[in-house]
């Protein structure tokens, strides 16, 4: 069994897929773009899927990012729309966001009584921090590791090795990858990136994603209550 748990945010512990429709909702009303329709949500995530893989290989900068994310998703559902402007309201609203997936503060609660936990996600520095702090969630971690502030993106070796050097400055004795668990619902980011860094693995499938062949986690979840019988 592990000794530290590096724990993802978005998808994992707040809901990613939630905030991105109340946001469409509000931001399309906002913007007078017109009723948002469930179809233009899945537009929203194959954009955003194809951007956010190009991130964390590095082909693509978060600030890159943000200049065309929108404007993809306004060509693919056929609207006229300034994505800049919307992004920033996009950025905005996600920064006040806590939107906690089910059973994710109970889930906290119980892991913290026997792990060290750790908060380990792509994203802003302090967009992130703010929103574990308004999710009730902040307490809970010892360390928090975010993409911006740590000079690296999961899924890289890289992003890993620095959680490891940090958890190491003033352990008695020093952690191993092995001691690590990665939990989050990124095949890539997550599953792919701690296996490759030496971490076991607890992929949690909410969404029933398959899996490719060579990505095989330790453990294997459909809901995140379902980790209390496995840690």
């Known amino acids: 069994m592990p000794k530290v748990l590096l724990i993802d945010v978005d998808d994992t512990l707040l809901s990613f897929q939630q905030y ?3 946001s469409m909702i509000r931001g399309f009303e906002a913007f ?3 009723p948002f329709r469930e179809e233009m949500l899945t537009a929203f995530h194959q954009v955003n899927s194809v951007l956010w ?18 404007n993809q998703v306004f060509e693919a559902i056929e609207i006229k729309a300034d994505g800049e402007k919307f992004e920033e309201f996009f950025r905005d609203y996600l920064f006040d966001s806590a939107i906690p997936e089910e059973g994710a503060k109970e889930l906290l609660a119980y892991l913290k009584e026997k792990y060290i936990l ?63 668990m990665i939990i989050g619902d ?4 997550d599953m792919a ?5 030496g971490l076991q693995t607890l992929f949690y499938n909410a969404k029933g994603q398959a899996l490719p062949a060579e990505i095989k ?5 459909s809901s995140l209550n379902e980790i209390k019988n496995i840690l």
């Open 20 to 22: 991105v429709r109340e």
């Open 32 to 34: 007078g773009i017109g």
């Open 53 to 70: 893989h190009k991130l964390e290989e590095g082909a693509l900068s978060f600030e890159e990012l943000k200049k065309v994310r929108w």
């Open 118 to 180: 750790c908060a380990a996600s792509n994203g802003p520095y302090h967009q992130q921090v703010n929103r574990l702090k308004k999710g009730s969630m902040l307490p809970y971690f010892s360390h928090l590791f975010i993409s911006e502030e740590i000079g690296f993106s999961k899924p890289s070796r890289e992003f890993f090795d620095v959680c490891l050097q940090r958890l190491n400055r003033k352990a008695e004795t020093p952690y191993l990858p092995s001691d690590l």
């Open 186 to 189: 990124s095949v890539n980011s």
């Open 193 to 197: 990136g701690g296996i490759g860094a």
């Open 217 to 221: 986690p330790d453990f294997t979840v």
